[in-house]
């Protein structure tokens, strides 16, 4: 089962077991963001060229919440910079995570539980019901971090941005292995590396993403 980059951003940021994000919002916030935008132009639906996205084509994707995402943009008066729009999808970013988290639950990934917040107040939560997706694409990123494997270019982008939004600590938990991952997390990203790979684009998205996190927290 492949996962999508704003699918891998939530699941590695909910807790598995009692169903609720872990990390810190800001940065879950502007990383299930730029996933949505890196997911639509590695799907060569957009580009970004002078700081701006501009739509190459407004054919369907398989996915939902990516077409949504490519129909504002193509309904925009003009093509967006970059920033406005980042900050603009995080301002809507509740209503798509539980578009996200229903897209899991239907794909068997994710279950909705009902609690009581001081027996009171009713809350939802999606622990996992079906680990091995999640536990697949912690094993890849494991191997690529600490034997050497060689990541694909979706995996580069996942790494970007758990660099950019500071979000290692959601793939290592183990304190005395960050620095050894954020080096070789900075190896595989560095701009050579992203722009022999992927090109000026997602350079400088990582760049916007970094910025706006920076400023945001």
């Known amino acids: 089962m492949n996962l999508l980059l ?7 940021c909910l807790d ?11 940065y879950l916030n502007y990383g299930f963001a730029a996933a949505i935008l890196m997911d639509l132009i590695l799907a060569e639906r957009i580009v970004l060229e002078d700081k701006k996205l501009k739509v190459a084509t407004n054919a369907l994707t398989t996915n939902k919440i990516l077409n949504e995402e490519l129909e504002r943009l ?3 008066k003009k093509p967006p910079k970059v920033t406005a729009w980042l900050h603009n999808m995080v301002q809507r970013n ?3 995570f539980k578009k996200c988290i229903d897209g899991l639950i239907q794909q068997g990934i994710l279950k909705m539980v009902k609690k009581k917040v001081l027996w009171i107040f ?3 939560r999606y622990p996992s019901l079906n680990l091995e997706p999640e536990h697949t694409l912690r094993r890849r990123l494991q191997n690529i971090l600490f034997k050497g494997e060689t990541p694909s270019r979706d995996d580069r982008m996942l790494l970007a941005i758990i660099e950019a939004c500071q979000l290692v600590s959601e ?3 183990e304190k005395e292995q960050r620095k050894q991952a954020k080096e070789r997390i900075k190896k595989l ?3 050579s590396e992203m722009k022999k790979l992927l090109g000026d684009a997602i350079q400088e998205m990582q760049v916007v993403v970094m910025t ?3 400023g945001a927290v």
């Open 212 to 214: 706006a996190t920076s």
């Open 16 to 26: 598995d077991e009692k169903g609720h994000f872990h990390s810190t919002l800001a």
């Open 94 to 96: 509740s209503k798509v």
């Open 171 to 173: 793939i290592v938990p």
């Open 122 to 124: 009713p809350v939802k």
């Open 74 to 76: 193509y309904k925009a």
């Open 189 to 191: 990203t560095s701009e």
């Open 6 to 12: 704003h699918e891998s951003v939530l699941l590695l």
